[in-house]
């Protein structure tokens, strides 16, 4: 199932524009590009309504976000949405200062996202901070363990209910959720998050999925989820003793370059809750 | 003849003031480095007419355009063409937006470019939305093929003539033209167009090997653009089972960083039209 | 006792909060996730009051400044001072532009540094341009040499001393001062000059060693440079004949990721003047 969601990727090269962060910016457009889509990046008010009208998804990450920025991500997100474009909100830093959270629930009230992606605690942030989602039980763990699995699930399910969006929350366990159903995704190595940039690649490998795979949004989300953990895995069994976080960070992609259907099939370790 | 021309930038280590996008913006100044130039970055009105004067010459990309950028391109334009300066314009997604076409056009109107280096769509985009260029026919196939290429080297003779600058347009096949004569170049590799920045990388190496070689400046962009293509084709050997597009991403940049005059003489492929 | 300082880092994981420039970011990201710090970027008014707060320490860069990101220099510096947070700052292009040179000294008069890294020339320009340091006698030659080295060393001390911070001016010899002593080191290769972003990713490097080590500042401060310049060595050893400058960028951070504070106490070479 999650083989046939990258194939479509490769057969249809969905074009994605990221609104997205410079810390990270290079290793997102190349590994859009390992999956085989294709990246388009713009920032500027007067260029993004424009830009994202030729793509098939937007993809809107605050992790370096400016008055400019943000102003580009109201536009773009309402023409992605007039468009029925697939849109997904990255709210990196959500909870870690007033603009990233005001901003973060400022999209979520405007824009109407098919995913919205992040860690435990950006997450909970949003669930507190937004109108949008005021009264949602914020009341989870700090990180998602076995232990508190299914409160975890039940948030995210929670959330994706209040907020209409497929609600991904990344860590060692991955949750990926709608308001019935709970994708629990076990991928990945903990190495990942000693390298920058592996949630931001995530996000714009979501949008590539969701674009490709229109009519199964939630399983093309986990899919993404699922191959980017495997990109993790496969990368690091070509790791030599002296190699470290920057050449990960390369073999990752180099990784999801050569990562096929049934690649995906065989090493995805999910559960559905 | 191509050999002299790389030897000639290892030899004057040519700076190079680049007002570039910030997606392809490290693997550019990296490229440069490896080519033997020195790169510098500035892209705020009040500090370029500074960092452009010191500078041999100016790269001016227009891939994650702002306002703000857009006013330090004008500003630096003008400036490096007072000092005699090489100027050189990439005008990414020009065609796909009106405010990426209207700056590329913009810019043309007011600076005196030595070479504009895009792909067809550009180059095409611009032919089409010039005022400076209203006339070219612009009508060649959208993609440079050995069926389409005595019509596509005239396209890019006829564009030169028009604008004064040589005309480089890349892809599968390479043309780079003035009004007069067109190399046809057919170094490196389709899975260059599976990274990011290749392009960006080739529009700053091309300024760098103007400025190294100021008396020959036709031969140095086509010397520029075969040893980007070589460094792609002498990168891919270096190429493990395992390696994909973000390993390439350095291989290739490693190649430029090995290349010799004797190396580019050699392995250079072209033909004159 | 340089060991000590990096397994401090690896013990504290230090917040650091980096206003950078956007050539080199993603690599000073990997460079302190590689030495057992954490990065945020955060470069708007808006957002750096907030992000500088919850962070141990701050690395000013002014690579690619901007009038918006100068604000931003002054309002976190303002309150990382008022937190007694380590602060940084890495004079990129002083003496290259006014604007650089003006945005540096102006940081120095109103922001309290605890170290200001630079090249001997952009170090120089502060000497000169600085009413702060107006006296400071910038006659010393452009290259840090052994035949120079007493008078460059004299020269950081007395600018350490009108200043009252942490000097460090690295390159072939790298010298760390404070008004009575200097640290003379002698690590790295000449092949670190021909990466960009050695020096970004140092300057961070050194805010993360002096917030895991505040006790120890100075010893901290040459530890980082230490570190950097043994990585440098240390993943050379590791280049194949193919590799070129894009490699040795990974090479370094991965050497960064491996290295523990045994390597570095036998790898470090330096002299207290």
Redesign the interface.
């Known amino acids: 199932m999650f083989g046939q969601c990258i194939d479509n990727v490769r057969k249809n090269a969905p074009l994605v524009h990221n609104i997205t ?7 997102v ?2 590994m859009l ?2 999956s085989g889509g294709s ?6 008010p ?2 993004v309504v ?2 994202t009208s ?1 793509c098939g998804g937007l993809n809107i990450n605050i ?6 920025s943000i102003e580009a991500m109201y536009l773009a997100g309402a023409r992605a949405n007039e468009l029925g474009h697939a849109v997904l909100l990255d709210p990196v ?1 959500a909870g ?5 959270t005001d901003t973060a629930t400022g999209l979520m009230e405007k824009v109407k996202f098919d995913v919205i992606r992040g860690n435990i605690s950006e997450i909970k942030a949003l669930a507190l901070g937004s109108e949008t989602t005021r009264g949602v039980d914020a009341d989870v763990a700090d990180a998602v363990t076995d232990e508190w699995l299914d409160s975890a699930a039940e948030f995210a399910k929670s959330l994706a209910q209040k907020t209409g969006s497929i609600i991904a929350i990344t860590g060692a366990i991955d949750l990926v959720a709608d308001n019935i159903t709970c994708y629990v995704i076990r991928n990945g190595r903990p190495e990942m998050g ?4 592996t949630g931001c690649q995530l996000s714009a490998l979501i949008t590539a999925f969701i674009v490709a795979n229109p009519d199964s949004r939630l399983e093309a989300a986990a899919a993404a989820v699922s191959a980017m953990g495997l990109a993790g895995e496969i990368g690091w069994e ?1 790791m030599k003793p ?6 990960y ?10 990562m096929t259907g049934e690649v995906l099939d065989e090493g995805a370790r999910f559960e559905i809750k």
């Open positions: 962060n410079y810390v990270t910016v290079n290793d457009a190349n590009l390992a990246p388009i990046m713009s920032d500027e007067d260029d424009d830009i030729i992790g370096t976000l400016n008055k400019r830093g870690a200062s007033k603009l990233r000693r390298i920058t940039g070509h002296e190699d470290g976080n920057s050449t960070r390369n073999r990752i992609i180099d990784a999801m370059f050569h």
